[in-house]
Nanobody
Framework: VQVVESGGGLVQPGGSLRLSCAQS????????MGWYRQAPGKQRELVAG???????NYADSVKGRFTISRDNAKNMAWLQMNSLKPEDTAVYFC???????????WGQGTQVTVSS
């Protein structure tokens, strides 16, 4: 099973980025996908998740700025990040899971840096 993220990079404060996540190889249906992030010296934290039925959840720190979406048929998910702040700087990891909360598969991460 592979989970591959893309779309990270360097952006100025107030800017936008769109992360993509592609999952392949699972023999079972993926129930949910989402994103965590980890900043230097900090614990990994949940950013957003989305179920196959479209239920979403977000960290309070990104509500109103980030939007998660998904294409179930393609096993892909996207994280649209707007109004980025320096504190959003982190490595962003995509996950895919077979049951809500199981976090079965992980990507290698993509760096997002918000700096002027």
């Amino acid at each position: 099973v592979q989970v591959v993220e893309s779309g990270g990079g360097l952006v100025q404060p107030g800017g936008s980025l769109r992360l993509s996540c592609a999952q392949s190889g699972s023999l079972f249906s993926i129930y949910a996908m989402g994103w965590y992030r980890q900043a230097p010296g900090k614990q990994r934290e949940l950013v957003a998740g989305i179920s196959s039925g479209g239920f979403t959840n977000y960290a309070d720190s990104v509500k109103g700025r980030f939007t998660i979406s998904r294409d179930n048929a393609k096993n892909m998910a996207w994280l649209q990040m707007n109004s980025l702040k320096p504190e959003d700087t982190a490595v962003y990891f995509c996950y895919a899971e077979l049951r809500w909360g199981s976090r079965d598969y992980w990507g290698q991460g993509t760096q997002v840096t918000v700096s002027s």
